[in-house]
Each structure stands twice: as C-alpha cells, then as structure tokens.
C-alpha cells in the first residue's frame, strides 16, 4: 500500500474519531446541563387522595340514583302485572293502558340518561380539577428543583427510575387537594 493511501485512510480515520469526540463531549455537556424527570400520570390520578375521594362520592350519588331507577322499573313490572290481570291474560290491551304504559317507559328511558349525565358530568367536573391540581403540582416541583423538563410516562420510552417523580408528585397532590373533602 503506498504512503499516501495510508495517510488519507488515517486522516479520514481521525475526522471520523474527532467528529465522534465532538459528539460524545458535547452530549455529555447537555446530559450534564439540563434535569429530565418523569411522571406516570395515569397513576398519580387513580392513586391520589382526591380521586379516591371523587370516587367514593361518585358511587354514593349513583347508588342513590339506581335506588330511583330501580323504584321505576318497579312501577313498570307492576304496571304490566297489573294490565296482565285485567285482560285476563288475553295479549291486547286498551289504548289508554298501552299509552300509559308507553310513557311510563319514556320517563324510565329519560331517567336513565339524565342519571348517566348528571354522573358523566360531576365526574367530568373532578377530573378537570383534579388534572389541574396535579399539573400544578409537577409544575411547582419543577421549579423547586430545577427540572428543565418533565414528561408525561406515556411519552418515554425508556428512562431509569432514578428520574421518576411520580411519588413526590402525589404526596404534593395530596397535600393540594386535602381540604377538598
């Protein structure tokens, strides 16, 4: 091989392992200039005292509102008993008992929905503010301890526990939404 060869070979070589260096110091400056940190979201909603709480009042309002729902369906089937006994088990009925059995299913049907709203709402309405009680939360941690970025865990790929907040995130979502109960 002649001289020349070899020199070019080794000059490309060394660019190659400068460019390289360049790349290695300057991402360890970046890796060593900003704080990354994470949290698992989903988890700190279901986990905190507040959604806990949210839930419990939930379930307390919808068994109330089954209690209704199932005194109408009561109505209903005694409704039908009723017709039943009347016709003397012949299949049709009068006209007026048809209707009003037709609108006894329409207010049944109606219930049924404005309960599933009413709960789709006030659940609706905690999530909202418990979201926003938890975005200040990792917000406020972030400034107290210098985080560049945090990132949802949904959005990570990979990252070591060492940068997982989530735990301090819910004691200071709890610590914000204690009074709310």
């Known amino acids: 091989m002649k001289l020349s060869t070899i020199l070019v070979s080794l000059s490309r070589a060394g660019v190659a392992l400068l460019f390289s260096a360049s790349l290695f110091w300057s991402h360890s400056a970046w890796a060593e200039s900003y704080k990354l940190a994470f949290v698992d979201v989903p988890r700190a909603m279901a986990a ?14 919808l068994a109330a509102k089954q209690q209704e729902v199932s005194a109408m369906e009561a109505e ?4 039908k008993a009723e017709a039943e ?12 008992q048809e ?13 049924v929905e404005d ?8 659940n609706g309405r905690w999530t909202k503010k418990i979201t926003e ?15 560049t970025v945090i990132v949802g865990k949904g959005q ?26």
């Open 156 to 181: 990570v790929l990979f990252a070591a526990g060492s940068i997982d907040i989530t735990d301090r995130v819910l004691v200071r979502l709890n610590e914000r939404t204690k009074k709310w109960f």
């Open 48 to 61: 905190s005292d507040a959604a806990k709480q949210a839930r419990d009042i939930l379930q307390k309002k």
């Open 115 to 122: 309960n599933q709203a009413a709960i789709d709402r006030e």
């Open 99 to 111: 209707n009003e059995m037709r609108a006894k299913l329409r207010d049944y049907q109606r219930l």
């Open 133 to 147: 009680a938890l975005l200040k939360a990792i917000e406020d941690i972030g400034r107290e301890e210098a985080y």
């Open 76 to 79: 209903i089937k005694e409704m």
């Open 85 to 96: 006994k009347r016709k003397g088990g012949r299949p049709d009925s009068t006209p007026d």
